[in-house]
């Protein structure tokens, strides 16, 4: 069953923050039934500066959340009958979700914020609460989380910034946002400057917690594709990501890419 899933950033006229700001841009995923609050609710989260992904299942969560980068997540159930504990403890049993802030709202049943905050959820609130309320909890819970803003922990490999815990890169002036397998292949490649990076490298961070199969290049080169688009990792940074053919990748700066072309003919673009 493929799940309908909407991305709200129009509101924001598609600008992305400065990387030398404190607070990084912040994603938010909702889940809603109910499609009219769920855009009411994106429309206010937008006026506040969260770029939101609206998700009307809780499977279309999981599977949102596989590919795209997740600072946080608010659950709207006040009508749902199934009780909502044990799909919190599932989820936070999965290494790929266990430390999103997740909030919930739901029936205002003492039991099942018991249980759903024993289960792993960082705030239940009850049904009916003001969009301000809302807003106001996942504010608290982010500067609990996340030291005081999102953007505000950094760490540099080479030229490259990355927003620890945001999954967002930056090599010019503004941060580029990365799925979560991006990012992991971006961190380890950088880290690596002006090393060979094998598959075997790069399928272990990428998939880690997520997969136990074996390396499939495949795979992973159409990630690596994505991330070289996004990055602009064909010298136009600054930087280019060759390929070592029946290895991996290196990451190198455009002027060694020049003076390596010719005497290594296994490194191409």
């Given at each position: 069953m493929r799940h309908r899933h909407r991305i709200n950033d129009n509101e924001k006229g598609g600008s992305m923050p400065s990387c030398s700001i404190s607070r990084a841009v912040v994603r938010c995923a909702v889940v809603d039934g109910n499609s009219v609050r769920r855009r009411e609710l994106a429309n206010v989260l937008a006026k506040f500066g969260y770029l939101t992904a609206e998700l009307d299942t809780r499977d279309a969560l999981v599977e949102?959340?596989?590919?795209?980068?997740?600072?946080?997540?608010?659950?709207?159930?006040?009508?749902?009958?199934?009780?909502?504990?044990?799909?919190?403890?599932?989820?936070?049993?999965?290494?790929?979700?266990?430390?999103?802030?997740?909030?919930?709202?739901?029936?205002?049943?003492?039991?099942?914020?018991?249980?759903?905050?024993?289960?792993?959820?960082?705030?239940?609130?009850?049904w009916p609460v003001s969009y301000d309320l809302i807003i106001a909890r996942l504010e608290a819970l982010l500067r609990r989380v996340h030291g005081f803003y999102l953007g505000s922990r950094k760490q540099s490999h080479d030229s490259g910034i990355f927003f620890l815990g945001s999954d967002r890169v930056c090599l010019g002036p503004e941060p580029v946002l990365l799925t979560r397998m991006e990012y992991r292949a971006a961190h380890l490649l950088f880290s690596q400057y002006l090393r060979v990076v094998t598959f075997d490298d790069l399928w272990r961070v990428m998939w880690e917690g997520v997969s136990i199969q074996e390396p499939r290049p495949h795979n992973i080169r159409v990630h690596i594709s994505r991330l070289r688009i996004k990055l602009k990792l064909n010298g136009e940074n600054g930087h280019r990501l060759m390929s070592v053919r029946g290895e991996g990748y290196r990451l190198v700066s455009a002027g060694q890419w020049k003076s390596d072309r010719g005497r290594y003919p296994e490194f191409r673009v």
């Open positions: 949102y959340m596989r590919e795209a980068v997740v600072d946080l997540v608010l659950v709207m159930e006040p009508t749902v009958d199934e009780p909502i504990g044990p799909w919190v403890e599932q989820l936070r049993n999965d290494p790929a979700f266990s430390g999103t802030p997740l909030i919930i709202v739901g029936r205002e049943i003492e039991s099942e914020m018991v249980a759903a905050l024993m289960a792993g959820a960082d705030v239940y609130l009850n």
